[in-house]
């Protein structure tokens, strides 16, 4: 079993940036495709990107491609979501998330976290 739990969320301007990261218990954290989501307020949860449990690999949906990235640390459990030139619709809350082997870009995760807020003013 997974537990993640992200943070690094906050408020921050347009064009700016922030990195959340996301901190994962367990030894097979390693063996474990890690996504992101989010979720704006009056919409369904949505794909970000995610990497594979190698770090070889990564995908993003078009709408952050160019501007996130993601990253992870397997010696520390640690899975990170930069942002840069933010805009105010990528207002949302965050939310990472952990599949055994594969990095699927739609919901069917095992484990997710609780969220983080991210709110980005124009």
């Known amino acids: 079993q997974v537990h993640v739990v992200e943070s690094g969320g906050g408020l921050v301007q347009a064009g700016g940036s922030l990195t959340l990261s996301c901190a994962a218990s367990?030894?097979?954290?390693?063996?474990?495709?890690m996504g992101w989501f989010r979720q704006a307020p009056g919409k369904e949860r949505e794909f970000v990107g995610c990497?594979?449990?190698?770090?070889?690999?990564?995908d993003y949906a078009d709408s952050v491609k160019g501007r996130f990235t993601i990253s992870r640390d397997n010696a520390k459990n640690t899975v990170h979501l930069q942002m840069n030139r933010l805009k105010p619709e990528d207002t949302a809350i965050y939310y990472c998330?952990?599949?055994?082997?594969?990095?699927?870009?739609?919901?069917?995760?095992?484990?997710w976290g609780r969220g983080t807020q991210v709110t980005v003013s124009s």
């Open positions: 998330a952990a599949r055994k082997l594969v990095c699927p870009t739609v919901s069917l995760y095992d484990y």
């Open positions: 367990g030894r097979t954290f390693s063996t474990y495709g």
């Open positions: 990497i594979s449990y190698s770090g070889g690999t990564t």
